[in-house]
């Protein structure tokens, strides 16, 4: 299991449809994908759970992942919520 702990940049301003933008980021591995604040643990790949999520800039969030690619996956998460890809 690999846990990462990031600060959202401004998403929306990089990306058209940045929700599902970043389940399609998601759903390219194997692995699990759970994305978690103070309040919510979601998966993400689930568009709806992202969604209730609401990832916004400057909210702090926990990029949890296990799995075969969970390294690849984690970074993948992080390169997309910092704006980094």
Known sequence: MSKQE?????????????????VRVACQFSST?????DEHRVNAKSIMGIMAFAPA???SVSIETSGEDEDMAAQAMANFLLCTE
Do not use: F
Not at 10 to 22: F, H, M, T, W
Not at 33 to 37: N, P, R, S, V, Y
């Open 6 to 22: 990031v600060q959202i940049e401004d998403i929306a301003d990089r990306y058209e449809n940045p929700i599902a933008e970043l």
């Open 33 to 37: 994908i759970m994305l978690a604040d």
């Open 57 to 59: 800039g400057g909210k």
